[in-house]
């Protein structure tokens, strides 16, 4: 899977100016954020003052599997998506298979299932079958288009562990609410339970909006991982 | 497929008293909606004022593809949503084949392709590919879940013409602007080109859309299917 | 201050047949909820499952000074709005003058203040002003529309103390994301402090919608009062 | 009134590499925008393809009286504010009087107003009304203020001339959807008839977006001045 952060306009700074706006009016200039700024940007995730962490922009490009993108794209608020299309081109031959650590048993219940490695029949089994699959439904997706059908009927062959590929653009806002409910690393309050493959993907963004608002990231830490 | 309206809060009636508020102020009664409405209703289409059309609700339930329903979920805004889970839930074995009529080729250049029936052999092979793919793909699914194996990876074989669920919510504004992106009815200025199969998810809503609120959906028709 | 129930399609059983299409799939039948649904519903407002409590829209009409209408305007996601217009409509010579029992002083530290009773001169000055500077601005207002001007620019003159109304179409989780943040009830995790005068409005909301979805409202203050 | 462009990241080239995965997937490098690519901005304009302008992100520092940001503010999707709070600071006396060349009087119906110069007696009112009691609402204010009673409430009897400032930021998609609202210039299919105040920052608002995003801006105006 691939999380690339394209281009982004999103600084501490972009948050800080934006409260200040409320509370001295004008306009501010940009600077480095402060000490200064660190409380004020806890202050505003604490007390869920959410308006001032939407005036950042971070575009992605992302490469997961489709059952991994229709999560991602569940996401709707704050969020805008280009994705590849199966009518408009010819789907490329690259599937998703789990390697060899990821857990493949549930245990527990609905809302609160952990995950356990898998013994080696079953590790076997679905690596196995994920690949004899993707190729059997890969070459009858090639034998449909050379007989003239098109894309978006021939496609309908195809697993959910096939590759796509999309822009995603947020704002910080958005990004925390997503890395709140797509990370099991939330705290003990706010439990979350993501698929182990979205929460790889939502690691990659984590790792970039650390990078970009480093401020932002530790007040988001500090407060429980909730977006505010 | 189907489109179910399960319930609504949607009459015409509740697009005028609206647009009355700002021009008369205070509370109306609800009435039935007469002719005066209908003016009224086309003015408001004609000139873009959209927010009237949103104090109204439609909740559906819809089966399809998941090919369909990654579309149909694509529209966020004034849009809602639960959907069946392969992660909670072991999927049922329904899978989607097109039926005798479906066009299957595609002819034209990007962006304004037309579909035309295929010939028997095209038929032949769509058919029966599905059909056998999306046997094998359950088989294989079914007997990696009696290995123990979670339904979240399991479910990682399974083709995009599986049978999925959920249920919409969204008003008479946002189902206007899906509409007129996904039927293929639209005027000549705006054209669109939906797959077939989305376009007869979109004619079950128009429908019932057409039934509940016959007048805004007359002033819908009159002013080139865009929503406001 | 007003705040009305125009209609609605909002009960329990709304959130819990959204909820279990997740993990039964397929189409429920309406029934009255439960003693298993509040144990469901309150499961999904503690770990944030939020989308299932969208499939329900409550429409108010709204009385209420501009500056709180300002304010309440301030919410955006999942609510819908038409509100007088002061171009289309003569504006009505209705004024806010706050009653006696109004705190006039703030103390404390900014976003953290607290209201404590002003004296009587204050409360005098307040009262006083108000009413003088409404009717004189209403005078000017009423002289320049008998002058031919424009109503769009005569309004200039009107305070922000003078009633609009408008309507407001929401859905439960929008509706409780203004409850959390517009009451000061909520705990002390995370506390908010709202100008008085929407307070009184959002506890207008708060009483149809306990009425209205009493298993919700019930999750909804076990839960901290934090939407979804 | 001031508009400022503080910040973005929106170029044209933001566009066609999101509209180009579609039909390409993987990921584009970044270019300059070519030739090719007015081509497929005009496509995506025309054909109401809306996404591929979603990638963009405009900050822009605005100065408006309350009665202009009144109408701004009520563009809820794909738009992020931050304002001065008259609970948090103390506000300015700075007030909106329309300068010699406004047009003062409205003449035709409804829906299609129009409007034309005052006469030297209707501007003289207009303008010594709104200076006479700005001044005397504001020097009621400041003495309240100066009594001891909160902002919160001395703001009341402040009029909807005073001026405000707030950060906006949106993607290029909601600003033309603003631009083909709030300007008088779009098409004879759907006109516009804005306040001429909030018709001043539109236009302050187009210019920056012209300059930024020229081919966006060029099928923009060659597809009806109406957002995708």
Redesign the interface.
Known sequence: MTV?L????AEDS?VT???R???????SR?NEASEKDAGLIN?LM???HG??F????F?F?VET???VA?EF??H??G???????????E??PVF?V?ADG?????VGK??A?S?IQ?DY??KA??QG??R??ST??YE?YA??LD???????????????IFT???A?C?ARSLMHFL??RTSRTNAR???FP?AEIEAVAEGLETEFARQMPLTYAAFEANGRVAP
Chains 1, 2, 3, 4 share one sequence.
């Not at 990821?102 to 549930?106: A, E, T, W, Y």
């Open positions: 690339n394209i281009k982004h306009a972009d100016f934006a409260a706006v409320s509370t001295q009016g004008g306009e940009f202050y604490r007390d869920r308006s001032p939407e005036h950042t922009s575009t490009y599997p489709i059952f229709r794209l569940r709707r608020v969020w805008s998506y280009n994705e590849e299309s199966g009518r408009y081109r789907l490329q998703y789990p990821r857990p493949l048993r549930q609905p809302g299932y995950f898998g029949k079953q089994a679905v079958d994920l004899r699959i059997e439904a009858t034998r449909l007989l003239g059908v098109a894309r978006e009927v021939a496609r309908m062959v195809l697993p959910v562990n590929s999309f822009y653009t704002n709140g409910l706010f439990p979350s698929q």
